[in-house]
């Protein structure tokens, strides 16, 4: 056997609210920020207007076909599904003072329904979406009142479902709102970095005020934050280059040095000075950002590289992260490197530095399928990057990190975050539907979704 995984390992699948379920006003669920991002994540706020219609609205219309895609999952094998809540359809517009019943009891419905299979659910609080109404009401994370609301909005949901969720997430890519405001914080993207910082400072507040609470009304729960593992090496062995890449990475990991360690890291403080930031930091903030999670866990897609030239990076401007490419790497249809080897060497970057359990919840190849004329779905591609980050996963856990599971990134085809498509697809599980909304909605099983579930019942003993 090549690679030995913990018998309690999760695997699994990551899926994010606004990704798969539609139903974007039912129920009285409120308008979000992902609501306003018709076309994708890196853009600011598009007003919708009476009547429009959005690829997200209807989504893969998870809201009503849910028990159908979780007994697929089941029969993979999953040990856990990765799914988000919607904090708009708890409350609507984010400062209500109480909760809406029938969001609450959507979410109860599919609990149930993963618990018939014995799936655990890992629950992310916030995955790109905050009620657009505390943005209008309050500039969203740029104001304290917000903090407040985040943490009525956990302590309901960790209320209510303290009995069938024990694995949690605050927010999904905290440190993206660097590069995605307005999805990450609710602020454009012209914004001052003085607000944005200040914004984020809230945000970590509220991240850390909702492990805080998970532990005082859950015991026994891991809350665990979620970061993009964003892995950048240096373009040439030029110390320069290093010293470049070692900042570039700072930018990324100080979210999690705070989530983890429960403080700014010394480092911040030079590159707050420089961009002439000073951010408001209240006594009580520093107590309660003492709150630090039980786990890490990222997303892994891709690795880059970092330069002091400014010709090449003038060429990097405009690709998610502002990465220079890696001539040593191929890339996706989209332009994302694969470097399966950056995943076992960012697991122990990342358990090195904070000695924490870590979950990878995210990972996965956006790709177009086929559908050849016996109806198959011959996706070797998306196999064949899956085993190649499993087995550094593999490697990591024989380095002796500690990994508590894997759930790959849309293991039932959804809208993708950057681009708002449907065809940039990550599934085990095709879903008939097309960028222009067409389409019957049918489920169909692709090859992968065969192979995931050998790799399951093998527990990673078939991986190549
Ligand atoms: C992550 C997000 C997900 C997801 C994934 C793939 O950044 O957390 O929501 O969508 O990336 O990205 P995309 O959908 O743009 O291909």
Redesign the pocket.
Known sequence: MKYVFPDNFLWGG?T?AN?IEGAYLADGKGLSTADMLPN??FGDRVERKEGDHALKDLAIDFYHRYPEDIALFAEMGFKCLRISIAWTRIFPMGDEDIPNEAGLAFYDRVLDEMAKYGIEPLVTLS??EMPYGLVTRYGGWADRATIDCFERYARTVFERYRHKVKYWLTF??IN?ALHAPFNGIGLSAQSSKQDIYQAIHHQLVASARAVRACHELIPGARIGN?I?GALMYPLSSRPADVLKSQWKNREWLYFSDVQARGAYPAYMGRLFRELGVTLDITPQDRIDLGHTVDFISF?Y?MTGCVTTDEQLNQQARGNILSMVPNPHLPSSE?G?QIDPIGLRIILNELYDRYQKPLFVV?N?L?AKDIIDKEGAINDDYRISYLNDHLAQIGEALQDGVEVMGYTS??PID??????AQMS?R?GFIYVDRDDAGKGSLARRRKKSFYWYADIIKSNGAHLK
């Open positions: 990551a994010a990704q994708g994540i995955h790109y999904n890519e993206c979620m993009i997303s897609y989209w994302w995210e996965g956006g990134w849309g959804l809208i993708s975050a950057s681009t940039k990550y």
